[in-house]
């Protein structure tokens, strides 16, 4: 098992700054691709970034690409999203989640992964 807590979610105006963090408990943290998904009211959840274990590769949507930032920190458990220009859009429940890392991973897809968080809430007001 591999838990998850997200934190650093809140209200920002557009153009500003957020840094999400996910702590992961339970299981080697280090043997997991970390996800970010976010989901917006009556929509369905999407991939926004993700970060291999192995070799640190990471991925982005096109929508925030040039903006977000994901890093881990294997020591500490954690991983970041550091999310600047932010834009009204971008306001959702945000999402970290865990997945066993592989060749091959789908790190889009929600079905590969095996553990989420409780998500945190970003508003962005235009």
């Known amino acids: 098992q591999v838990q998850l807590v997200e934190s650093g979610g809140g209200l920002v105006q557009a153009g500003g700054s957020l840094r999400l963090s996910c702590a992961a408990s339970?299981?080697?943290?280090?043997?997991?691709?970390m996800g970010w998904f976010r989901q917006a009211p009556g929509k369905e959840r999407e991939f926004v970034a993700a970060i291999r274990w192995r070799g640190g590769s990471t991925y982005y949507a096109d929508s925030v690409k040039g903006r977000f930032t994901t890093s881990r920190d294997n020591a500490e458990n954690t991983v970041y999203l550091q999310m600047n220009s932010l834009k009204p859009e971008d306001t959702a429940v945000y999402y970290c989640?865990?997945?066993?890392?592989?060749?091959?991973?789908?790190?889009?897809?929600?079905?590969?992964?095996?553990?989420w968080g409780q998500g945190t809430q970003v508003t962005v007001s235009s």
């Open positions: 339970g299981r080697t943290f280090s043997s997991y691709a």
């Open positions: 989640a865990a997945a066993l890392d592989f060749e091959g991973l789908g790190y889009g897809q929600i079905y590969e992964y095996d553990y």
